[in-house]
C-alpha cells in the first residue's frame, strides 16, 4: 500500500485530501504537513511543522495545496528526495515549472489548475466550441478567501481557446469596441487571446465558472460548479495514483483522463 503526504493539511482542501486519502483501500495517509496548523490531529495523524517528516514516515508520493511561494521551496525538496508530487496550487510561472521539469528526475510531478472532472471537461469543450463562434468571455466565480484573479482555472481555460482559435487557423478574437469606461474596470481583466475574464468573490461559493460564447443570432453558455470540495477529491486521488507512471512533469489532469 503506497503512503501518501499531504502539506498543506490544515486548509480545507488540505483536509479534505487527507480524508479522501484515508478513506481510499489502495492508499494511507503518511504524514500531514501544515506550518499553521502544528500539533492538530487530522485523519489520525499529527500535523507537523515541515516536509523533513515525509521521508521519514516512508511516504512515496505528497499532494501539495499549500501556497505559492511555500511550493516553490517544496518542489525543489521534493525532488531531492526523490517523491513523486501531485499540486493544486496555482500561481507558478512557465519558467518555474520548466526548472521543476528539469529536477524532477528521480520522481514524477504533476501540477494542475483545477483537479474536478467536470471543469476539465468544461475546459475541453470550450477549446471545441472556440473556433466556431466568434466571441467569448469568462466568469469565474469563488469563495470570499481566494486570494488570487483571476483564477488559474479561467486563465488556463482561457489559454485553451486561443489556442484553439490559431490552431484552426480563425485569427484572433474581435477587438473590444468599448470605448467609453463609466466605471474603471468594468470590461473584466483581458487574459490569454483577447479573452476578457470577470472574477466574482462572495460569501457561500466554492467554485464556479461560466464560459460565454456568441455568434450571429446566437450564443453558447458552458458551466461548471463546485457545490463542495469533495468534488476535487476524484481528480487529486486520479493523479496521486497516476504519477509513478508519468516521467517528468505532466500539466493537467486532461492526459489523465484521455483527453
Known sequence: MRKVGVVGAGGRMGQEVCRAVSEASDLELGAAVDPNHVGE???????AAGTD???AAGVDTVVDFSVANAVRDNLAFY???GLHAVVGTTGLSEPELAAAAERFTRSNL???ANFAIGAV?????CELAAPHMDGVEIIELHHDAKRDAPSGTA????????EARQQAGVGPLPADPTTEFVVPGARGGEGPGGVHIHSVR?????AHEEVLFGALGQSLSIR???YDRRSFMPGVLLAVRAVPERPGLTIGIEALLGL
Open 121 to 125: 471537461l468544461l475546459m475541453r469543450f
Open 53 to 55: 517528516v515525509l521521508s
Open 41 to 47: 490531529t487530522i485523519e489520525g495523524q499529527t500535523v
Open 110 to 112: 504533476v501540477v494542475a
Open 202 to 206: 462572495l460569501p457561500g461559493l466554492i
Open 155 to 162: 486563465l488556463h481555460t482561457a489559454q485553451g481557446i486561443a
Open 224 to 226: 461548471h460548479d463546485s
Open 79 to 81: 525532488a531531492e528526495q
